[in-house]
Each structure stands twice: as C-alpha cells, then as structure tokens.
C-alpha cells in the first residue's frame, strides 16, 4: 500500500493507519468490537448470496486484521454461506474474491432453479394423482363405453 511520506522521527502513514485514525472518533472501542463480533459471526441465512456478499463487505472494515488477505478474506466468507452452498464452494481454490462470489451467486441460481422445477414437477404428479376412484380435479365417476 502507498505511503505518505513521514516526517523526521514519525512512521508512515499507511491508508489502514489513516482509516483508524478517521474510524477512531465515531467508532469507539466497545462499538468497534461489537461490529467485529457480528462480522465473525455472520452467516448467510435467509439473505441472498448478494445480499449476503453486502452484509459482509460493509461489516468487513471493523475487522481488517481478520481480511487482510484475499485467502483470509474467502475463508470467512466461505465460513458463512449457506450449507449447500459452501459444499460446492470449497472443493474449489480461487485467486481472487470476487471470483468466489461469482461463483457462489451462479450456485445459488442453479440450486434455486432447481428447487423451483422440482416444486414444479411435485406439483403437476400431485394432480395426476387418483383420488376417490378419480383424479384430482376430474370428476369421480367412472366412465362407461355405450
């Protein structure tokens, strides 16, 4: 990361520096912690992937010594996706973050598509299904050649 160029005496002043020195008068320690406790603990839930992605990237700040590399970074956020979501995210090694959150976005598309084509099929068999001696939405009596 770049520098400014210090003056006799004083060290640098790295952007992370400058982003605590700017944090430290509206985010006291307590508040500071709390928010590092809610990034630590933050699963996906009933959020989106993206949803999720936003909630983690905006929380991530009051933890950069817990993301300060991409391979720290993609193991917390790993940590918190959804179960079935996680499995096929971590059979994978990626470089980059946004390559993992592209992929875990294309995994939740695919996994709802297929939830919704299987509620789909559920649902036209439980038409075709008998009942009474009938099928469901037909009549019940029973057809007769003249």
């Not at 508040?31 to 991530?60: D, I």
Request: glycine share 8%.
């Amino acid at each position: 990361m770049g520098t400014v160029k210090p003056r006799g005496g004083e060290d640098p002043l790295t952007w992370t520096r400058l982003k605590e020195l700017m944090d430290r008068p509206y985010y006291p320690k307590d508040v500071q912690r709390m928010k590092e406790r809610e990034v630590l603990g933050l699963k996906q839930g009933n959020l989106s992937v993206m949803e999720y992605a936003c909630k983690f990237n905006e929380l991530s700040r009051f933890v950069p010594h817990q993301v300060s590399t991409e391979e720290r970074r993609m193991d917390h956020f790993a940590q918190g996706l959804k179960g079935r979501i996680w499995s096929m995210i971590a059979g994978h090694t990626f470089d980059h973050f946004q390559d993992m959150y592209q992929r875990a976005v294309k995994i939740a598309r695919v996994l709802d598509e297929s939830e919704n084509e299987s509620h789909a099929l559920s649902q036209g068999k439980r038409k075709m299904e008998p009942f009474r001696g009938g099928f469901r939405g037909g009549s019940n009596k029973q057809y007769k050649p003249n």
